[in-house]
T-cell receptor
Framework: GNSVTQMEGPVTLSEEAFLTINCTYT??????LFWYVQYPGEGLQLLLK?????DKGSNKGFEATYRKETTSFHLEKGSVQVSDSAVYFC???????????FGQGTELSVKP | DTAVSQTPKYLVTQMGNDKSIKCEQN?????MYWYKQDSKKFLKIMFS???????INETVPNRFSPKSPDKAHLNLHINSLELGDSAVYFC??????????????FGPGTRLTVL
């Protein structure tokens, strides 16, 4: 079936460090891919998305490239801030019908 | 301006009780969803409605019954609450037909604790 796997957290980084959160997926066809972020005590917010192979989504310094050959959508940021501390979710929508399938979430903690 | 709002934010109740969670969106969206987030932060879709019609119904016990009085509202009623229902429930909405795929906008969540 369709699924999303993320690297386990928590991930703890110092401010200005480079961030990578790995995400791989299994899906039939050509899903759309998303990264959502959940700040403490809040709902999820869309961070970025990509709808076809080789698309790069970007927002707030975060980037992810849709790699069909490796079925991956890794999240990266060159220099993290304390305010980036949150839980990050990778997700796919495989039939454009709105049924998002989420990974298990990766908690990021950035220390000053 | 709250886009997707849920009430209550916290709900503590006893096993066996019946409770409802309400959701409203003011984005003019056609589709609304309920998700359940467990204690390990895992998120799973439960239901979605499009223009008051049920379109996604995952394997959810029939103690859970969504109701959509209009396309701006999607309420979740839970009968005979069990300990395992304790979770955070998120409402979301999407769909003006202007983007594919449509971005889902999430509410702040309702933390349900069953004692």
């Amino acid at each position: 079936g369709n699924s999303v796997t993320q690297m386990e957290g928590p991930v703890t980084l110092s401010e200005e460090a480079f961030l990578t959160i790995n995400c791989t997926y299994t899906a039939t066809g050509y899903p759309s891919l998303f990264w959502y972020v959940q700040y403490p005590g809040e709902g999820l917010q869309l961070l970025l998305k990509a709808t076809k192979a080789d698309d790069k989504g970007s927002n707030k310094g975060f980037e992810a490239t849709y790699r069909k050959e490796t079925t991956s959508f890794h999240l990266e940021k060159g220099s993290v801030q304390v305010s980036d501390s949150a839980v990050y979710f990778c997700a796919l929508d495989y039939n454009q019908g709105g049924k998002l399938i989420f990974g298990q979430g990766t908690e990021l903690s950035v220390k000053p | 301006d709250t886009a997707v709002s849920q009430t209550p934010k916290y709900l503590v109740t006893q096993m066996g009780n019946d409770k409802s969670i309400k959701c409203e969106q003011n984005l003019g969206h056609d589709t609304m969803y309920w998700y359940k987030q467990d204690s390990k932060k895992f998120l799973k879709i439960m239901f979605s409605y499009n223009n008051k019609e049920l379109i996604i119904n995952e394997t959810v016990p029939n103690r859970f019954s969504p109701k959509s009085p209009d396309k701006a509202h999607l309420n979740l009623h839970i009968n005979s609450l069990e300990l395992g229902d304790s979770a955070v429930y998120f409402c979301a909405s999407s769909g003006t037909g202007q983007a594919v795929p449509d971005t889902q906008y999430f509410g702040p969540g309702t933390r349900l604790t069953v004692l």
